[in-house]
């Protein structure tokens, strides 16, 4: 795989790691959540059983209460602790839903950065492929080029070489011309000489 694959495979991994720990980092304050709730849940029903297998002491109860005006010191702290740990925890589950719903929009964004990615890869390795093509199409055609030009050289050699034969030709035949005149002019020359004694 190229360098650039790797690059961005490793930061789309971290992120996911990242959004990972982000969502296990309020696993304990939904388990601590469900856990009162399901406290509370036994609670009440415990208290409605009690209700209704002892009316007359229930009412009672309530009445001398009502009576007093006070209730239990113990038991009312217990109550305002228990609302206040329900209302801290709801808040937390709120702020723990608009987290979610942020890891899931920021999942939603990885995911189609992802696409992108793979993408713009796939679009690179054809223009990789396409370069590579043709680099190897210049180096047929500076091959030709080449061989082109050497085919070029030596047919000049050739001709000169040639052309040096023809002048050599030229020469050896104008030196035989000239030679042939002047035996043919030593001849006429020895044929009047003749005649003439």
Same mark, same amino acid.
Do not use: C
């Given at each position: 795989?190229?360098?650039a694959a ?18 296990? *980092?309020? $696993? ?11 406290? @509370?849940?036994? !609670? $009440?029903?415990?208290?409605?059983? $009690?209700?209704?297998? *002892? ?19 113990? *038991? ?14 709801? @808040? ?23 696409? *992108? ?5 796939? +679009? ?6 396409? =370069? !590579?093509q043709l ?15 050497? +085919? ?13 034969? =023809? ?6 035949? !104008? ?8 035996? !043919? ?13």
């Amino acid at each position: 795989m190229s360098t650039a694959a790797t690059a961005w495979s490793v930061t789309f991994l971290k992120d996911l790691e990242t959004r990972d720990r982000r969502e296990k *980092s309020y $696993d304990d304050i939904i388990s601590a959540y469900g856990a009162l709730a399901r406290q @509370l849940h036994s !609670k $009440d029903a415990r208290d409605a059983k $009690d209700a209704n297998s *002892s009316p007359t002491a229930t009412t009672t109860t309530t009445t001398a209460t009502r009576v007093s005006g006070a209730s239990t010191p113990t *038991s009312g702290a217990t109550v305002v602790g228990v609302t206040d740990d329900l209302t801290r925890l709801r @808040l937390d589950f709120t702020l723990a839903q608009q987290q979610q719903s942020l890891l899931v929009t920021e999942n939603r964004s990885l995911k189609q950065r992802l696409v *992108s990615l793979q993408q713009t890869e796939s +679009e690179r390795e054809k223009l990789s492929r396409r =370069v !590579k093509q043709l680099e190897e199409e210049l180096k047929i055609s500076e091959r030709g080029r080449k061989m082109a030009q050497d +085919e070029q050289v030596a047919q000049e050699i050739e001709v000169n070489l040639v052309y040096k034969q =023809v002048e050599e030709l030229r020469r050896d035949n !104008k030196e035989l011309v000239e030679r042939w005149m002047e035996l !043919k002019r030593e001849e006429a020359e020895r044929m009047n000489e003749a005649m003439g004694m």
